[in-house]
């Protein structure tokens, strides 16, 4: 699957502690995968393990070569203000769309763990 841009927007609230269940990631000061939720594995159709190590840019659209400068100006975004919301739109290697919301906060698991918080907007299932 891949990334498309996403946009600061407004975004429902998550739950600030996500269940077992839930769909999280922790993610490290170099934005990489350092732990991945059975709940998010399920959704990008990964197993956890394949995520670990790899960095937010790794999911990105390769046809689209502003997302790396986006992603960088959303993480500073992110760094200066403790948090962010937003939607995010992104494809399955066969095309199938899916809309998700996620929040990013800052140091929420100890000091450079940023927890990810993910939830399916819409799905074509």
């Not at 394949?50 to 500073?76: V, Y």
């Not at 990013?104 to 939830?119: C, F, I, M, N």
Request: aromatic share 8%; net charge negative.
């Amino acid at each position: 699957w891949y990334a498309s841009r996403s946009a600061v927007t407004g975004a429902p609230e998550l739950e600030a502690t996500p269940s077992r269940a839930a769909a999280w990631a922790i993610i490290d000061d170099d934005r990489r995968f350092i732990e991945v939720s059975q709940g998010l594995a399920r959704i990008v159709e990964l197993p956890a393990r394949m995520m670990i190590g790899r960095r937010i840019e790794d999911f990105s659209s390769p046809s689209d070569p502003t997302i790396r400068d986006d992603i960088a100006k959303l993480w500073e975004e992110f760094r200066a203000n403790g948090s962010i919301a937003s939607t995010l739109r992104f494809n399955f290697a066969d095309g199938r769309p899916r809309e998700l919301n996620y929040r990013l906060v800052a140091d929420a698991d100890g000091e450079g763990r940023h927890r990810l918080t993910v939830s399916v907007l819409q799905t074509d299932r």
